[in-house]
């Protein structure tokens, strides 16, 4: 927001909410742009408890201390916890009942969806108001209550029948009598499975055909030669011979759930994919546009030279020595610095989510990513870490996310696709306000994965294209210096 001011030759100052009365007086300011997070259940972040502290004081004592302010508030928050935009909600409260003004409607940004989803439009709605009004002086009513939040309202109410004899399958406690824990299902593959084509990536990239035959195929003269061999479902050796997430009887009778709405989630983007074959295998090439937050250098491919495991076998959890050559590595550093890590998502488990989805056959063939035209008309644009071609092999691998818990919305979303009525209800429940404790203990706490929470609901088949716009992007590992 900062950088676009200073390009349009906006004056402005930016300051930390806890320099309020040192480096500014709150009270004595005409114009405000407000950008507040929101840590823990709702709560203002730390450097902000004293600001707040002190606006409550003020209403306590019933003043008007902020009649001559004009103020536009952008909200950071994730629905994925119980208490969505808690202290930016709080705050527009708080500057509204001390008679501040709000001359552009406030912002919700949503990382369960993707906080550029908001921000972007909002800034640039913004910017185009203050660029087109010379003086804000002629703002001197207070937006409705009703127009104050761009996303305010972020569920909708959802009417599903529960009655059990429907859910038998997916909802049945163990035995025991008690919850059964949360299904683990990461794929334990044989390690000699080798998922690509008959000949190596080598050959692959020079077009060259490889001379291996296998004997499962060989039988067949007209068969092609580069017959891809895919990794299917029934091959993952998952730790739960059943899929099985339980529900619980308190969330089974709840007939009106509140869901997140799927208004948050409109499409933007449809994937176009061709006959063509994609032959691209390495890491993306990095632009401005593309580089990750926080990056301060360039991208280094480094050689890994050693791993040694360190904890015994029987360990709960293992820890790894890796020692990489860095000897081309120009870019001073000092203990403090982090280094990144870009780790592309495992193969077989890339293969495992296309075969789920349906996808095998089309995983390396051209894939063309566009906006629909109901977004260029918004002014939406596609995030730059998405390359408008590639395939869904590589965007799988190298550009989303997939071992991420899904979101609440993500949720929201396979419930939308799924065939069988108790899958849809669990993942509802799921997703819903009344299920944020079951959604924190079975998803976020287990660290369930997108092909565990597919593999737990196998009727449910959400649309690619709804995956590459709701997934996140692949993000760097960072491991802090020290010697």
């Known amino acids: 927001l900062s950088e676009k001011c200073q390009a349009h030759n906006l004056t402005h100052r930016i300051h930390c909410l806890s320099a309020n009365e040192k480096e500014f007086c709150i009270e004595k300011e005409c114009l405000v742009i407000f950008v507040v997070s929101t ?10 408890h004293r600001f707040f502290t002190c606006l409550k004081r003020q209403v306590r004592q019933k003043q008007k201390s902020l009649s001559n302010l004009k103020f536009a508030l952008l909200g950071l928050g994730d629905s994925n916890y119980n208490t969505f935009c808690g202290a930016p909600k709080a705050l527009e409260k708080l500057l509204l009942q001390l008679h501040a003004k709000a001359f552009y409607p406030t912002g919700y940004c949503d990382e369960a969806v993707e ?3 908001v921000a972007e ?7 185009e108001l203050l660029l087109s009004k010379e003086n804000l002086d002629s703002i001197d009513q207070t937006l409705p209550l009703d127009d104050l939040s761009l996303n305010m309202e972020n569920t909708e109410i959802a009417s599903l029948g529960s009655t059990p004899e429907r859910l038998n399958g997916i909802m049945t406690p163990r035995s025991n009598g ?18 690509d084509y008959y000949y190596d990536d080598d050959q692959r990239l020079r077009g060259e055909q490889s001379t291996v035959v296998d004997p499962t195929i060989a039988h067949s003269p007209s068969m092609p030669s580069r017959r891809p061999r895919f990794y299917t ?3 993952c050796q998952c730790r739960w011979a059943e899929p099985s997430v339980v529900g619980c009887e308190q969330l089974r009778n709840v007939i009106e759930l509140k869901v997140p709405s799927l208004a948050l989630i409109v499409p933007k983007l449809t994937s176009i994919v061709t006959h063509e074959d994609y032959t691209q295998l390495n890491f993306p090439t990095t632009t401005p546009e593309t580089e990750y937050a926080g990056q301060a250098s360039p991208r280094y491919m480094a050689r890994l030279l050693k791993r040694t495991v360190l904890t015994a076998p029987t360990a709960k959890k293992s820890k790894v020595l890796l020692q990489f050559d860095l000897s081309g590595f120009h870019t001073p550093y000092k203990p403090g610095d982090a280094f990144s890590f870009i780790c592309s998502n495992p193969q077989n488990e890339v293969n495992w989510l296309l075969y789920r989805m349906n996808l095998s056959v089309l995983a390396d063939k051209r894939c063309t990513l566009k906006l629909l035209p109901e977004a260029e008309r918004r002014g939406d644009k596609l995030p730059p870490y998405l390359p408008e071609v590639s395939s869904l092999r590589y965007l799988f691998t190298h550009c989303l996310d997939i071992r991420q818990s899904p979101s609440r919305i993500l949720l929201r979303l396979f419930a939308e696709h799924c065939k069988t009525f108790g899958e849809k209800r669990r993942l509802m429940e799921l997703c819903s306000s009344q299920g944020q404790q079951q959604y924190q203990r079975y998803i976020r706490r287990a660290g369930l994965s997108l092909m565990d929470v597919l593999h737990a609901f196998p009727s449910c088949l959400p649309p690619v294209d709804r995956l590459i716009e709701l997934l996140p992007r692949l993000r760097p590992r960072p491991y802090s210096l020290a010697w």
Do not use: V
């Open 39 to 48: 840590t823990g259940d709702g709560e203002p972040p730390d450097s902000a």
């Open 115 to 117: 906080t550029a989803t």
């Open 121 to 127: 439009p909002w800034i640039c709605g913004l910017l």
């Open 178 to 195: 008690r919850e059964s824990q949360a299904i683990r299902c990461r794929m334990e593959t044989d390690p000699n499975y080798r998922y």
């Open 233 to 235: 479902f029934e091959e």
